[in-house]
């Protein structure tokens, strides 16, 4: 079966710190890939996708940037972090193709101080 | 653009109340709607789905249905149970696009 991990759970940093947080799929291969955030008090906004290794599309202009070194990882970085980069931020996966179904990971609480 | 407007939270009902979460979109061309859940501690699941106009998406005891005229996808749930405890988002998914627009979110809590 096809499971998703991401981690760590919570983080707390400091403004200008880097930031890098890791998702992994197993149990399939060639997912497309994805990094949500949400923001207290609005909705789940998609940052980044990937459908191969190397290939990201970004969604929306920000401090963050995305990279997939291998087929099933998919990493979220940051080499200064902000305060507005504070939020709740979510991995997925899905299969290529028009399977619509989107698993996501359990999430990771980042507090930017 | 694309947008979910989802009624805010929290809610709080007793076991075997009804359950309605209300939804409304805004979308260009015809998309698919989406009804996602988080159980704590848990990732976001797929609950149910819609993908055109009229149809009903249920699971679990939930339903949905697709009112193109209202542009609205409301939850509803008969007889909720304190296992359905959990956050609920509604989404869409523009006919050709490949990514999901979230609501921000309703947390509901049942009560025993």
């Known amino acids: 079966s096809q499971t998703i991990h991401q981690w760590p759970a919570t983080l707390v940093q400091p403004v200008g710190s880097p930031l890098s947080l890791e998702c992994t799929v197993e149990?399939?291969?060639?997912?497309?890939l994805y990094w949500y955030r949400q923001a207290a008090g609005r909705g789940l906004q998609l940052l980044f996708y990937s459908v191969g290794i190397g290939q990201i599309s970004s969604e929306v202009p920000q401090n963050l940037s995305a990279s997939r070194p291998q087929d099933r990882q998919f990493i979220l970085s940051s080499k200064k972090l902000l305060l507005s980069d504070s939020g709740f931020y979510l991995c997925?996966?899905?299969?290529?193709?028009?399977?619509?179904?989107?698993?996501f990971g359990s999430g990771t609480q980042l507090s930017v101080l | 653009g694309n947008s979910v407007t989802q009624m805010e939270g929290p809610v709080t009902l007793s076991e075997e109340a009804f359950l309605t979460i209300n939804c409304t979109y805004t979308a260009t061309g015809y998309p698919s709607l989406f009804w996602y859940v988080q159980y704590p501690g848990e990732g976001l699941q797929l609950l149910l789905k819609a993908t055109k106009a009229d149809d009903k998406g249920s699971n679990k005891g939930f339903e949905a249905t697709y009112r193109k005229e209202t542009t609205s996808f409301h939850l509803e749930k008969g007889s909720v149970q304190v296992s359905d405890s959990a956050v609920y988002f509604c989404?869409?998914?523009?006919?050709?696009?490949?990514?999901?627009?979230f609501g921000s979110g309703t947390q509901l809590t049942v009560l025993p």
């Open positions: 149990g399939t291969s060639n997912p497309n």
């Open positions: 997925a996966w899905k299969q290529g193709g028009t399977n619509e179904k989107l698993f």
């Open positions: 989404a869409l998914r523009p006919g050709s696009a490949r990514q999901l627009t």
